[in-house]
């Protein structure tokens, strides 16, 4: 779902440990303070699984099509709001790429989401009408279905408002990244998310739901990412871009975080923590390489600003339901609502995933 | 069409995939080649009865007794040994067995590949080099292969294999090797004439031999490679099979998108091809026709590239943060993508100095980058490449971040930015420990602005006094222990007595290619009077060390213009 996950304060009461900056992050902990620090995240990863293994109650089934997924199935995890303008573009860009089966969590659409949904012959279906933030932002939703479907699987979980790229995806399926990952002894693949925006207001233009909305959102920013480290889960905190600069200037700190770990080899032990931006057990943040040398990543185009995202900003705001502490996100609903223009002088025009590459936000690694 | 006395047989060695297994046998077949299959026992007998079903309309086709192949075993060897037995005894026409897998792709017409060996006949095409020549091998396991004993799997019993490794070295043992046997390395995929071949099969000393490689490690890479310098007349050391690896040892795949580059290898066969590569097998495997070649081979760029590949996997590109690049402390952390410069003190001196500076380095010339108020882009931008903004919230918030991406979005320029007590310090220890930067100090130049302010000693003695201890552990950082930035630095004293060599020497580090460039010298501010100011301030009780022994105004013999004439650098 669009918009979320800006601090990974929900997943940390007790606030967040200090983040590595370049240059500092040091070696995994040895000895006893790496054993202790396992052992409570793997308390943490069980707390998880058991409030999945929970929420699973809030999950009326539509459509349940999961007898078709054969072995060696690329699976698609997502949870959706009245996004029936996204999905049929979402649909077809992800099935275009291997994804073979669609496993969708509809919390409460108005909009005919839920038709269009169960319409699709490689869709499942649950619904609830259940709280968003309670479920941690539909992750415990999703992390059920992993558990149940998920287990040996590639599956990739995104949102309704993102469209993964990655090297060659114009020639070759998913299939043929996740056989490279797995030669390479890797289960996750990490991806930065970047915003899209239009040329004018974000208002502006009518791009129809069968229409490639990068065509209208067409603009990024490509050099203002900032990158540190959790030293706890050893995960990315990659934040900037368009909306870190518009809306976050005064309070950098709070910017949405954008590096996610979308694709990952499942295993029903493992636990998204904070929604996919990093997991459980931790091996499976470790999507870049600290010798210097690059890993295989990709880029997820987040196409959050189109046109309707004025109205659903106002609504979001009034629902509360997008921030663990949503009042410190209402001056960030107001900017969004007052239609806003992103575009501006350093923004550049995108062109596909080799511009990506060479720009530096995404990589080849050793692949070819 | 190929002379009937000489004639390839292709031993096809599968474990998967057996439809491309099928397709490819077929094709084999089709352009004249008996094939033998061998399909690893752990194969589902379900494909394997498919694959036989698929050929049986075949009369060239022959299956081997099915036995396991397990990656790094003698499995393979032992499987390999098994299909040339069948084919040097059931295809007597036989004269060249080529070497191939399931996922082995003719990449060029198979009647070129039968031209070839034709050209010549007594020729054994397997690439054979000794364990010191090898530069291919991945973990530190070489000559060690064939002294020390391999009874583990190295898939499977990781820690087993590691361990036993460990003890036979600590122990220092050594296994001897049969009698003249001399170990050689090279490409599992060859091609091998059938004396050769028969010679190995019939080897006086097999058991032996077969003893002893059943405990060496990875024997499909050195088997066939060392026998065949016992037994061949013609070896020419070379793999008619393209096959790429990575930094690791694991080969690399295939895919539709490198038809164009596979059309370019000197290679008849490439591996590993990916299952689903449609577009290539579709391609390379209809009736050729001994189709044309689509271009000159050009093997030196596929090096080139895969050279590029794992150059990016390890050692990446220098400078750039991101979701797959993120070095650890002790890894390169600190580094930049291009070299810059850092400049304290000298715009508080010279009036000029951003365009000189410009001029005589062919830079990008920032103001104060890091000031506390603001993000002084060249020539006052709000916005700079890459969307960097002014905003010093956003900078703040992760100055090496704001740093790295400003020199990884510039590459190609260099640039410099003025850097002193007064500006944002949290940058410090990066620009220190970065072996890109250089940074030209003239220390206690703080003082300067200080004194034209027009204010009083007594007014900004708390200013000067917190300003010098800034900049001294500025520098206490530069000198420290995990510097490694290129620096210079200055007293204000020993600057003012020539101001010229320190600039010259600025010039030519940071732009060599400019010795000969003629240009005039920026204008140093007159100074009369600075000297009482510090004198003032000393009587103010504080102690102004940085800016050296600064002369008294009578002693200060500045001429009023310094440098009025251009003169030339160098």
């Known amino acids: 779902m669009a918009s979320r996950g800006a601090t990974t304060r929900g997943a940390f009461p007790g606030g967040l440990p200090h983040a590595s900056a370049i240059g500092e992050l040091e070696d995994w902990p040895k000895g006893l303070t790496g054993a202790l620090l396992a052992l409570k995240l793997r308390a943490r990863r069980q707390q998880l699984l058991l409030r999945a293994l929970r929420s699973r109650r809030e999950l009326t089934p539509v459509i349940d099509r999961t007898a078709q997924i054969a072995p060696g199935d690329v699976l698609c995890f997502l949870c959706i709001r009245n996004e029936a303008h996204r999905l049929p573009h979402f649909l077809r860009h992800h099935r275009a790429l291997g994804v073979k089966h669609f496993l969708v969590v509809d919390n409460a659409s108005t909009d005919g989401s839920d038709r269009l949904l169960s319409d699709q012959s490689d869709v499942s279906l649950w619904q609830t009408g259940a709280s968003y933030k309670a479920s941690r932002f539909g992750m415990d939703w999703l992390t059920w279905l992993q558990m149940r479907h998920g287990h040996g699987h590639w599956c990739l979980t995104l949102d309704a408002d993102e469209l993964l790229v990655y090297p060659y995806c114009q020639t070759r399926p998913l299939q043929a990244l996740t056989g490279w990952l797995e030669v390479q002894g890797r289960d996750s693949f990490g991806a930065l998310t970047v915003d899209m925006y239009p040329e004018g207001p974000v208002s502006q233009g009518a791009p129809g739901p069968d229409d490639d909305p990068i065509r209208h959102l067409a603009y990024f920013d490509p050099g203002n990412y900032q990158v540190q480290v959790q030293p706890r889960m050893r995960n990315l905190w990659v934040q900037g871009g368009a909306r870190a600069r518009a809306f976050f200037a005064d309070a950098p700190r709070r910017a949405p975080t954008l590096n996610k770990t979308p694709l990952v080899r499942w295993h029903w032990r493992h636990a998204y923590v904070n929604s996919m931006h990093s997991l459980l057990p931790p091996r499976l943040n470790q999507v870049y390489a600290t010798d210097g040398g690059e890993l295989t990543s990709g880029v997820l185009l987040h196409t959050k600003f189109l046109p309707g995202i004025t109205d659903r900003s106002a609504e979001e705001k009034q629902r509360g339901e997008h921030f663990a502490d949503a009042a410190q996100y209402a001056a960030y609903f107001d900017r969004l609502t007052a239609d806003p223009v992103l575009h501006w002088a350093a923004s550049t025009r995108y062109t596909g995933w080799r511009q990506m590459e060479a720009l530096g936000l995404m990589s080849r690694g050793g692949w070819i | ?570």
């Open chain 2, 1 to 570: 069409m190929t002379p009937p006395n000489h004639r390839m047989g292709v031993v096809m060695l599968c474990h998967a995939a057996l439809d491309r297994a099928a397709q490819l046998a077929r094709h084999w077949a089709m352009h004249g080649c008996p094939v033998v299959i061998h399909v690893d026992a752990k194969t589902p007998q379900d494909q394997f009865d498919g694959l036989q079903t698929a050929l049986h309309d075949l009369p060239d086709i022959r299956f081997s007794p099915r036995s396991p192949c397990e990656w790094g075993s003698f499995g393979i060897v032992q499987a390999t040994l098994d299909a040339c037995a069948v084919m040097l005894a059931e295809f007597p026409q036989v004269t060249h067995v080529f070497l191939a897998s399931g996922s082995c792709l003719p990449i060029r017409p198979v009647g070129a590949l039968q031209a070839q060996l034709a050209n010549h006949p007594d020729t054994d095409f397997i690439e054979s080099v000794t364990t010191a020549d090898v530069g291919w091998t991945v973990g530190g396991l070489n000559e060690e292969r064939f002294t020390l004993r391999f009874p583990f799997s190295w898939k499977r019993q990781r820690r087993l294999f590691d361990g036993y490794v460990t003890l036979q070295r600590a122990l220092r043992f050594r296994r001897r090797m049969p009698e003249g046997l001399v170990p050689h390395l090279g490409s599992q995929w060859w091609c091998l004439t059938r004396p050769t071949l028969q010679a190995i099969l019939s080897h006086p000393d097999r058991p032996g031999i077969d003893r002893y490689f059943r405990r060496v490690w990875i024997p499909d890479e050195s088997y066939f490679q060392s026998l065949v310098r016992q037994v061949s007349s013609r070896i020419e050391s070379r793999s008619l099979t393209l096959s790429k690896f990575d930094y690791q040892g694991r080969p690399h795949v295939f895919y539709d998108d490198h038809l164009h580059l596979l059309r370019q290898t000197d290679a008849f066969v490439a591996r590993k091809i990916w299952p689903q590569a449609d577009l290539l097998y579709r391609t390379f495997l209809t009736p050729d026709g001994d189709r044309a070649l689509a271009s000159e081979p050009s093997p030196g760029k596929i090096n080139r590239l895969f050279a590029k590949a794992v150059e990016r996997r390890v050692k990446g590109r220098p400078g750039l943060y991101m979701q797959s690049r993120f070095p650890i402390r002790a890894r390169g952390g600190t580094q930049s993508a291009a070299p810059y410069g850092v400049f304290s003190g000298f715009s508080d001196l010279f009036r000029d100095f951003h365009p000189w500076l410009e001029r005589a380095l062919d830079a990008r010339v920032h103001g104060h980058l890091f000031a506390f108020d603001r993000v002084e882009f060249a020539g006052g931008e709000s916005i700079f490449k890459g969307g960097l903004s002014d905003s010093p919230t956003l900078r703040d918030y992760n100055p090496r971040s704001f740093l790295t991406n400003l020199i990884w979005n510039t590459r190609g320029e260099t640039q410099c930015f003025q850097f002193g007590p007064t500006d944002e310090q949290d940058i410090a220890p990066f620009i220190a420990s970065d072996p890109n930067a250089t940074i030209f100090a003239i220390t206690g130049a703080f003082a300067v602005p200080l004194w034209r302010s027009g204010r009083t000693a007594a007014e900004v003695r708390p200013a000067a006094a917190r300003l010098q201890k800034v900049e001294s552990d500025f520098l206490a950082e530069l000198t420290g222990p995990e510097a490694k930035a290129r620096v210079r630095f200055w007293s204000l004293t020993e600057f003012i007595e020539n101001p010229a060599e320190p600039l010259e020497q600025l010039v030519d580090l940071l732009n060599p290619r400019a010795a000969h460039r003629a240009t005039d010298l920026p204008q140093l501010l007159p100074l009369s009077g600075f000297g009482s100011f510090l004198q003032d301030l000393r009587n103010q009780g504080m102690a102004p060390v940085l800016m050296g022994d600064f002369p008294s105004d009578a002693e200060l013999a500045q001429p009023e213009q310094p440098f009025a004439r251009p003169r030339i650098v160098r």
